[in-house]
């Protein structure tokens, strides 16, 4: 069965510090991943990657997705207390797009 | 830009009890979906509308009903409410046409139902 698994779970970091956030997954046909932030409500759009390899960047915010060991990385740099939310992979086929748990990450002042 | 729109936000239902939440969307999507999310298993699929006029079954449809009003309109129906259909509920919306692979999603703010 396509499953996506995200960790760590949750993460509590200070102000200016770097984190990685961590999606692995198996699905057939694999077609795209996805990462979402979600703060209080709707989670909203922040990368796809569809190519090994292939570093997507906005701001402090980068990801990489590795299609031959199945993963995806969210690195996030200098962190502020506005990057507290919930982060979400998701990973899709032709057919279907299945999401992680989430990972939770605060930042302290 | 209103983009998706919820109703209601919140909501407590005895068990047993019917309700409908509503979804519109005013981007000209063709593609809409509902969503649920539970604590430490993710946004789960329960119907999608690939389409005007078409409705399929997502991951966890059992206990609910969806109607696709028009192209900006999304409805999902619980017939008969269920302690386990506690959630928070996401309507989604796609610019293309296809399944829940298709694309980039929109997400609505989210409706928290509570079933008693």
């Known amino acids: 069965e396509d499953k996506v698994v995200q960790s760590p779970l949750s993460l509590v970091v200070h102000e200016g510090d770097t984190v990685t956030l961590n999606c692995s997954y198996e699905?057939?046909?694999?077609?795209?991943l996805l990462w979402y932030k979600q703060e209080k409500k709707a989670p909203t759009f922040l990368f796809m990657l569809?190519?090994?390899?292939i570093e997507k960047k906005s701001g402090r915010l980068s990801s990489i997705l590795d299609k031959k060991e199945l993963f995806s990385i969210l690195n996030i740099t200098a962190t502020q207390t506005g990057d507290s939310a919930v982060y979400l992979c998701?990973?899709?086929?032709?057919?279907?797009?299945?999401f992680g748990a989430g990972t939770r990450l605060t930042v302290k002042p | 830009n209103a983009g998706v729109t919820q109703t209601p936000k919140f909501q407590v239902l005895k068990t047993g009890q019917s309700m409908t939440l509503q979804c519109a969307q005013d981007?000209?999507?063709?593609?809409m979906y509902w969503y649920r999310q539970d604590p430490g298993m993710g946004l789960r699929l329960i119907y999608y509308?690939?389409?005007?006029?078409?409705?399929d079954k997502g991951e966890v449809p059992n206990g609910y009903n969806v109607s696709r009003l028009n192209k900006r309109e999304f409805s999902l129906r619980l017939e008969s409410a269920a302690p386990s259909q506690t959630s928070v509920y996401f309507c989604?919306?796609?610019?293309?046409?296809?399944?829940?692979?298709?694309?980039?999603?929109?997400f609505g703010a989210g409706s928290r139902l509570t079933v008693l």
């Open positions: 998701a990973v899709a086929n032709n057919n279907d797009m299945r």
């Open positions: 509308s690939a389409s005007e006029g078409t409705t």
């Open positions: 699905v057939t046909n694999f077609r795209s």
């Open positions: 569809t190519s090994s390899g």
């Open positions: 981007m000209n999507h063709n593609s």
């Open positions: 989604a919306s796609s610019s293309t046409s296809g399944g829940p692979g298709a694309n980039v999603l929109t």
